[in-house]
T-cell receptor, first 116, second 116 residues
Framework: AQRVTQPEKLLSVFKGAPVELKCNYS??????LFWYVQYSRQRLQLLLR??SRESIKGFTADLNKGETSFHLKKPFAQEEDSAMYYC??????????????????FGQGTILTVHP | NAGVTQTPKFQVLKTGQSMTLQCAQD?????MSWYRQDPGMGLRLIHY???????DQGEVPNGYNVSRSTTEDFPLRLLSAAPSQTSVYFC???????????????FGSGTRLTVV
């Protein structure tokens, strides 16, 4: 079974401070990991994908297979970063062949508040 | 491209009523999924589909039915609405094909359902 854990429900930082949102996962194969952001209960937007070096809004995340983590980081938080952040894992294999199911499992989410 | 379109945006139902939440995508995606979002619980998978004619249950399928007669549409049916089904419902889709870069699941804007 695949599982994603985000241990912090709430995280508050001041503008300009570094921020790290934690994500740990449990999966028996090679996972595909994502970070999604949701502003004011709008639709979810893709922020990061672990196999891509691209990011949006200055966020980065490194997949640590030894610690089964995929923490989200930003060196200098901005007020507009205040939102709900979800870590998610897909069982879709990244290599050709094999069976893929397209199931995306989410963590419980972390509400980030950046104070002025 | 309209992406993933969900209708209606808001709905109030009485206990015992039935209704269908609509989801359509115009990206020719094979994978489609339904999630419900509840405070403190993140997004939980209700049902998913890996292609036309193929559906399977997710984490919380009870009280919901789906069908996938075409690639584009994936409606979610509430058979007999209960207050516990009050939630925000999101539909998402993704192609099965390997994709590089910042690519993942595309989400609709959600349906806010209240059952009284």
């Amino acid at each position: 079974a695949q599982r994603v854990t985000q241990p912090e429900k709430l995280l508050s930082v001041f503008k300009g401070a570094p921020v790290e949102l934690k994500c740990n996962y449990s999966y028996s194969g090679s996972p595909e990991l994502f970070w999604y952001v949701q502003y004011s209960r709008q639709r979810l937007q893709l922020l990061l994908r672990h196999i891509s070096r691209e990011s949006i809004k200055g966020f980065t995340a490194d997949l640590n297979k030894g610690e089964t983590s995929f923490h989200l980081k930003k060196p200098f938080a901005q007020e507009e970063d205040s939102a709900m952040y979800y870590c998610a894992l897909s069982d879709t294999p990244s290599n050709a062949g094999g069976t893929s199911y397209g199931k995306l499992t989410f963590g419980q989410g972390t509400i980030l508040t950046v104070h002025p | 491209n309209a992406g993933v379109t969900q209708t209606p945006k808001f709905q109030v139902l009485k206990t015992g009523q039935s209704m269908t939440l609509q989801c359509a995508q115009d990206m020719n995606h094979e994978y489609m999924s339904w999630y419900r979002q509840d405070p403190g619980m993140g997004l939980r998978l209700i049902h998913y589909s890996v292609g036309a004619g193929i559906t399977d249950q997710g984490e919380v399928p009870n009280g919901y039915n789906v069908s996938r007669s075409t690639t584009e549409d994936f409606p979610l049916r509430l058979l007999s609405a209960a207050p516990s089904q009050t939630s925000v419902y999101f539909c998402a889709s993704r192609t099965r094909a390997r994709q590089g870069g910042l690519y993942g699941y595309t989400f609709g804007s959600g349906t806010r359902l209240t059952v009284v």
